[in-house]
């Protein structure tokens, strides 16, 4: 169903993936789904011509990717490796074993096996408790739309011939679709589909586009042609924007372009409060690719490995060796600039397959993280193994995730020091002081924070599951969304609570969730004088820049201010308040809900 942009409201909200403006006319790509009708195969034959019939269009669909990967533009052939995993479900005997098999025990037709197949795979990924983890089933579903629609003739969309400056409006992008696009002509991308995580926002940010996913309908409210005001740093969409709007957001435009050139050009520079006080700005990281983006952007280090994607990626648990030539390499590229490798943060729904965990009620409750590892202490042992010997290929600390008490973290150092012993014996290098500190990101971590400072070295307060654990909230859940309030009087107060703990003890104290890469975060967290923050790379220019703008007196005062109020949405005022003045280009206020008056 088209909606009729007459009625449809002009100003939509979605996920920010990849910053800035632009305006621009909207180019729809029909992406929309294969409609897929059973058959009863009755005779042996009619069987063997839809086994065949598939055989043929998975063969298409692999050459159809093998050109698209050739072809792939240059600006984004370091991510080529979307089209391999592609090619790889492709092969992967869920789908096409699995499918075959249908066809003939079921005696249905070909498109209608493969979709009961997607079924089962999709809900397989759903019981994966990781955001990217997750979000890859939609890789298994444009692989399976591709050869849905090469089993029905159905061409896939074109998107190579598109001849003027656009703006791609879909359902969702596939890496084959974004490799097929003339990247020169595409001014920005916005999708019904896709999250923080997607391949269209990973996309985006290589070629530097502005992109706004997670928009639910927005390729049935647009028309091809229609103009579109495009913020992917807000999330906001405007669809056939007024004359004042259209001059609003080109205002917006041009001071985000000017802030953000002159913002990169300082990112190198360290972070120093006008009156003289420095903090560390270092970098998140999933993989060992992102390494070099955390230097380009002006990253002193990487404080915070999350290590479960080499975990995840296949049913077999990494071996020692693996992991430590990941970690060497991680280690190596970012010296003498420090990394902080996070043992394992599996469990719950997110289990290797070698393991028989039976699904848990309440996976962020269960069986998660440092409890999963104290259940299985030679998968601990092993990457503590591997973290050691990385230590002596660069500065690299250890960090122990989701402690609720102090004897897990005398367990987790004992398992240390086993594996400590054991490289003794087999005369293997490691740093013999290798730092070893814990997230605290569980309510009871935050009250015996001072009894904890007596056995760490530091801590990073790990704020998205802080927020969770404390509020109640299903970070994962879109539905108590609201509820998830970095800025909530009892965060607030735990943070503080944590910070002074780390103080009284000497040990240093980071943030490593996402408030630390929240401008509006910044002066709260500098007043209460935090060593270190740790964020998304693409953070790192702006929350430096922010961070040279503030003095460490006001932010005292601002901590002091914002500790008094009662509710959320004052300290949320306070903090915008404040950020508007530091920084003027974060925009006026009250224009979204302009738009949405209307
Ligand atoms: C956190 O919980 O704030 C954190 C940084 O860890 P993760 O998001 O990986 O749980
Ligand atoms: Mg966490």
Request: charged letters at 25%; glycine letters at 6%; hydrophobic letters at 40%.
């Amino acid at each position: 169903m088209r909606y009729n942009n007459n009625y449809a409201p002009k100003l939509l909200k979605g996920i920010g993936v990849s910053p800035g403006i632009i305006i621009g006319k909207a180019h729809l790509v029909d992406s929309s789904r294969v409609r897929v009708r059973y058959k009863y195969v009755r005779t042996e034959a009619e069987v063997a011509e839809e086994v065949e019939k598939f055989r043929g269009a998975l063969l298409k669909t692999e050459q159809q990717l093998n050109i698209l990967k050739n072809q792939m533009p240059d600006q984004v052939r370091e991510h080529e490796f979307m089209l391999d995993s592609h090619l790889m479900i492709l092969k992967d005997s869920m789908l096409t074993d699995a499918t075959v098999k249908k066809i003939q025990n079921e005696k249905i037709n070909a498109e209608w096996a493969l979709t009961k197949s997607l079924k089962e795979v999709k809900q397989i990924f759903e019981q994966i408790d990781d955001e990217y983890i997750g979000s890859r089933i939609r890789d298994v579903q444009n692989v399976t739309e591709r050869v849905l629609r090469n089993l029905s003739g159905k061409e896939p969309p074109h998107l190579s011939d598109i001849n003027e400056r656009v703006i791609i409006v879909a359902h969702d992008l596939s890496p084959a679709d974004t490799a097929e696009l003339n990247i020169s002509r595409v001014m920005g991308f916005v999708t019904d589909a896709g999250g923080r995580t997607s391949h269209t926002g990973i996309l985006a940010h290589a070629l530097q586009i502005p992109a706004v996913v997670g928009l639910e309908s927005v390729s049935e409210m647009v028309e091809d042609g229609d103009l579109l005001i495009v913020d992917g740093t807000t999330g906001e969409v405007v669809i056939n924007p007024e004359d004042s709007d259209i001059i609003y957001y080109q205002e917006k435009q041009l001071q985000h372009e000017a802030y953000i050139s002159g913002v990169s050009k300082t990112s190198h520079l360290p972070a120093i409060t006008i009156d003289g006080h420095r903090l560390a700005v270092l970098a998140n990281i999933e993989f060992l690719e992102e390494v070099t983006a955390v230097r380009d952007y002006g990253g002193e280090g990487i404080g915070l490995y999350r290590t479960e994607f080499l975990y995840l990626r296949s049913k077999e648990l990494p071996t020692e060796e693996e992991l430590f030539e990941n970690y060497r390499e991680v280690a190596e590229i970012i010296a003498p600039k420090p990394v902080t490798i996070r043992s394992l943060d599996l469990g719950g729904d997110k289990v290797p397959a070698d393991f028989d965990i039976k699904k848990e009620a309440n996976p962020a409750l269960g069986l998660r993280a440092i409890r999963f590892c104290l259940k299985e202490p030679h998968v601990l042992k092993t990457q503590l193994r591997a973290i050691l010997r990385a230590s002596v290929y660069g500065e690299v600390q250890l960090m122990f995730p989701m402690v609720s008490d102090v004897e897990e973290v005398l367990v987790a150092k004992e398992i240390l020091n086993q594996a400590k012993s054991e490289l003794d014996r087999e005369g293997v290098a490691y740093d013999c002081d290798l730092r070893v500190g814990i997230m605290v990101e569980v309510p009871s971590a935050v009250t015996i924070a001072e009894v904890l400072a007596r056995h760490v070295e530091f801590f990073s307060i790990g704020t998205n599951d802080l927020i969770q654990y404390a509020l109640a909230i299903d970070r994962d859940n879109e539905h108590v969304a609201y509820l998830f309030q970095p800025f909530h009087p009892a965060i607030l107060r735990m943070i503080h609570q944590v910070v002074k703990a780390a103080k009284q003890a000497g040990i240093p104290v980071s943030i490593c969730g996402e408030m630390a890469g929240d401008p509006l975060c910044i002066p709260f967290l500098v007043g209460l004088g935090l060593d270190q923050l740790s964020m998304n790379a693409r953070a790192i220019p702006l929350i430096k820049n922010l961070i040279r703008l503030i003095s460490l007196e006001e932010a005292r005062t601002d901590v002091e201010n914002m500790m008094r109020f009662e509710t959320a949405d004052e300290v949320k005022a306070y903090a915008m308040e404040r950020a508007m003045i530091l920084v003027p280009e974060f925009g006026e206020k009250g224009r979204q809900q302009e738009i949405l008056l209307r």
